[in-house]
């Protein structure tokens, strides 16, 4: 049985039982809760690392933000004080400005953009940019779906129906923006914060995609849905580039390989849960509204004024073009 499969069957723990006693065990911070793609992405890298290094070397997550806010523990592997972190791409993006290119509105259109853009020469860029900007290495993706937008009042179908909306968005400039070309001023807010706020009406809505939804427990506090697909979530695994520049050669292939192994343990996850995990969201009462008009509003009032905006920041519109080339759309 391969870790991968080990994996989707519920029994990749299984090797930690064998680890010999000097195994060397990494943290991990985990921004998410359990039942999500970081956990499983998690789970599919430790198998990997484990089955790799023959048992030598390890990882334990901690999930929920036990080990600091998704934004600070870049900084925190950044400085080696912290191992690993698997966080969503758009809470890098402040300490690297290019993978930005990512969470621009309405870029990536489907998982099989998303695969296709991390795992080619693109991705690849931006994990050596990445390197350079903020001192940790992208070794693996996990893949989350599009981020839904959840609120507790009303349906909202059209830009309209938003308006009144007070909204949490992460702290990143792209994602303001993008609330913004839709009419309202977003509430930034750390991740740890955001299930408190949302319980307590500080907001009344905020945007993850349905796995998140779900390990985050958010349907306890949200009523409604509005099928968005305006940002697809890729949430990476890093690795402090101290840790791993300090380790050997060849351990540095097993974090590698155990990398690009759970990369496709996540891509797998997300096809075979995400349907599962819908339903699963409505059986507990949450009611799910599609975008007006195939979200076709929403879409040029992003594109158009939230692109133009980061060209700079990204590093240049010929490499916005870059990826849409990529994904065979036209340029602009
Ligand atoms: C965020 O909204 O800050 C992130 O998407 C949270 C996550 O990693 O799931």
Same mark, same amino acid.
């Given at each position: ?156 179908? !059209?830009?309209?129906? &938003? @308006?009144?909306? #007070? /909204?949490?968005?992460?702290? =990143?400039?792209? *994602? ?17 914060? !955001?299930?408190?706020? &949302? @319980?307590?009406? #500080? /907001?009344?809505?905020?945007? =993850?995609?349905? *796995? ?26 890093? /690795? ?93």
């Amino acid at each position: 049985m391969t870790y991968l499969t080990r994996l989707l069957t519920g029994t990749a723990v299984s090797l930690a039982l064998a680890l010999p006693a000097a195994a060397a065990e990494y943290r991990i911070a985990v921004g998410d809760g359990a039942g999500g793609t970081q956990e499983a992405l998690g789970k599919a890298f430790i198998a990997a690392l484990e089955e790799e290094s023959g048992g030598e070397m390890t990882g334990k997550l901690f999930l929920n933000g036990q080990l600091g806010d998704e934004q600070d523990t870049v900084t925190a592997a950044a400085t080696g004080t912290l191992d690993f972190s698997i966080l969503a791409i758009n809470n890098i993006t402040p300490f690297s400005p290019s993978v930005g290119t990512l969470t621009l509105p309405y870029v990536i259109l489907s998982q099989d953009d998303a695969e296709k853009i991390t795992q080619g020469e693109i991705g690849q860029q931006m994990i050596d940019q990445t390197i350079e900007d903020a001192g940790v290495r992208i070794i693996g993706w996990a893949y989350s779906g599009f981020r839904v937008l959840t609120n507790s009042k009303k349906p909202v179908s !059209t830009v309209e129906d &938003l @308006q009144g909306l #007070v /909204v949490r968005v992460p702290k =990143n400039e792209i *994602m303001i923006e993008t609330y913004k070309s839709w009419g309202i001023n977003p509430t930034p807010m750390a991740w740890g914060e !955001t299930f408190a706020a &949302l @319980q307590q009406k #500080v /907001v009344d809505g905020q945007d =993850n995609p349905y *796995m998140t939804v779900y390990a985050m427990k958010f349907d306890e506090v949200q009523k409604y849905i509005t099928n968005l697909r305006y940002l697809f979530s890729i949430e990476p695994i890093i /690795v402090s580039e101290a840790l791993f520049e300090s380790l050997s050669e060849e351990e540095q292939q097993h974090v590698l390989a155990a990398g690009e192994a759970a990369t496709q343990a996540s891509a797998e996850f997300l096809r075979s849960e995400e349907a599962k995990i819908r339903e699963e969201l409505v059986s507990r009462g949450m009611e799910i509204t599609d975008p007006a008009d195939d979200e076709k509003e929403f879409m040029e009032l992003a594109t158009t004024n939230v692109w133009p905006k980061f060209y700079d920041q990204i590093g240049g519109k010929e490499v916005l073009n870059e990826v849409l080339t990529a994904l065979d759309r036209p340029t602009v």
